[in-house]
């Protein structure tokens, strides 16, 4: 039977080849961090999510041995069976607190969190308002619930429908999402969306979206998944940044991102919601609990992370020297505050082989960076996405602004 599926596989793959939408992987050689090993080369890293530089920080090196000496390597067991031990507790209680929240409840994964988080509290009688450019997760998430769903065109928070005359098509603002659910007597409506948007680095206009919920009477569920440990001057996330904490109902977050980096994350509410999710949420009740060094280190994380803004503050340094300098230099960047930092190539001849080529070039002069094109991103939004980490010296900073300058020299870019 396998055969024809085999042939199937086949041509598949090879038209993803064709179209050069073949993903590969690129290998690691060494622990993750501002300087890696790759192919035998010690390069430059400017494409991991570990905007603190803890991914491999000696501390939560230390308390990961330090839990499986305690706690062991692993639980064997979904939480409510036997899979909670009081360091599942107070990690929970240590998010919620850093977040800014009642309680919290840890998932594997933030795209388990997003999974779990929607269809537990919303039915058909009620509605999802969902950002055009949300994260994979929080689609599925929406498509796992049975609630009524409405899109709006990205942070557009108008009450309009309008036509894209070159699509055809007609998009919507937040604000006429949210009247046309009010008028299909919907019971309860949440908004949900990225505190920050990995594509483009920008950030959700919280105080808006807020204030269109009070009128409206919905809920606001944001994934801080990009910002949790960093966004805010204490590190909070986006809503510290924006300055509505209180104000935001539900968060879920990773801790595969800033928070150390290896996995697993969380959403964090109201007390009933998490008590709900506890009793409710599927990846939580069908899925093994997250392993105890992880839970450690994540806790290591979070007191470093309340005891000072120093990694904040330094990433904050790092990000606003590399976007001016880049800026500077002639690139074209699309502007903004966060560590994600698109260099985007969309104005030059052949601008999708262009930005492969300038990643590789890159390569070959110590710089790890990647390359985005359509699907990833829209056609003609080609881009060469950078991330900003505090791991990274400013000598390191100042190496790959060199680096770019001179790859954008000789391809006539700058
Ligand atoms: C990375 C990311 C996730 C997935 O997090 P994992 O913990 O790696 O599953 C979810 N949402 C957003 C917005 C993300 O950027």
């Known amino acids: 039977m396998y055969g024809e599926l085999k042939n199937y596989l086949n041509e598949e793959i090879s038209k993803l080849h064709e179209q ?25 890293n400017f494409c991991a999510n570990n905007y603190l530089g803890l991914s491999s920080h000696p501390d939560l090196i230390k308390a990961a041995h ?46 388990d969190a997003n999974a779990a988080v929607f269809e537990p509290l919303l039915g058909p009688g009620d509605a999802i308002i969902t950002d055009a450019l949300n994260h994979a997760s929080i689609i599925d998430g929406i498509r796992l619930c049975k609630a009524q769903r409405w899109i709006y065109n990205h942070s557009n928070m108008s009450d309009k429908e309008e036509l894209d005359p070159s699509t055809g098509k007609t998009s919507k603002g937040l604000e006429k999402c949210l009247k046309e659910a009010k008028e299909a007597g919907c019971r309860f409506i949440m908004i949900a969306t990225d505190g920050v948007f990995s594509m483009d680095g920008d950030i959700a206009n919280l105080p808006a979206i807020c204030d269109l919920a009070d009128k409206y009477g ?38 595969g991102k800033a928070l150390g980096g290896a996995s697993g994350g969380c959403i964090a509410g109201p007390k009933e919601v998490i008590d709900w999710m506890r009793n409710k949420a599927r990846p939580y009740l069908f899925s093994n609990t997250l392993a105890p060094s992880v839970v450690g280190a994540t806790i290591k994380c979070l007191d470093i992370l309340s005891k000072t803004t120093e990694l904040r503050d ?91 300058i001179k790859v954008g020299k000789e391809l006539k870019m700058i």
């Open 66 to 111: 330090d839990e499986i000496d305690s706690r062991g390597y692993g639980l064997s067991s979904v939480r409510f069976i036997c899979g909670t031990q009081d360091i599942h507790k107070e990690l929970e209680a240590k998010v919620a607190n850093f977040l800014g929240m009642d309680d919290s409840i840890l998932f594997c994964s933030c795209f």
């Open 314 to 404: 330094k990433l904050e340094e790092n990000t606003k020297l590399f976007r001016a300098e880049m800026t500077k230099a002639g690139f074209d960047i699309i502007p903004g505050e966060h560590p994600i930092t698109p260099i985007m190539f969309g104005k030059y001849d052949n601008c999708s082989e262009l930005a492969v080529r300038f990643a590789d070039r890159m390569l070959e002069e110590g710089v790890y960076v990647t390359a985005f094109s359509f699907p990833v991103v829209p056609r003609g939004k080609d881009r060469i996405r950078v991330q900003i980490s505090a791991g990274h010296s400013t000598e390191h900073i100042k190496t790959a602004i060199a680096a770019f």
């Open 20 to 44: 050069k939408l073949y993903k590969g992987e690129r290998i690691i050689e060494s622990p993750q961090s501002a300087e890696i090993l790759v192919k035998g080369k010690k390069v430059l």
């Open 218 to 255: 919905a809920l606001v569920m944001v994934d801080e998944s990009h910002s949790s440990g960093f966004m805010g001057k204490t590190g909070r996330g986006t809503h510290e940044h924006h300055n509505v904490m209180g104000r935001v109902d539900i968060i879920t977050t990773t801790f």
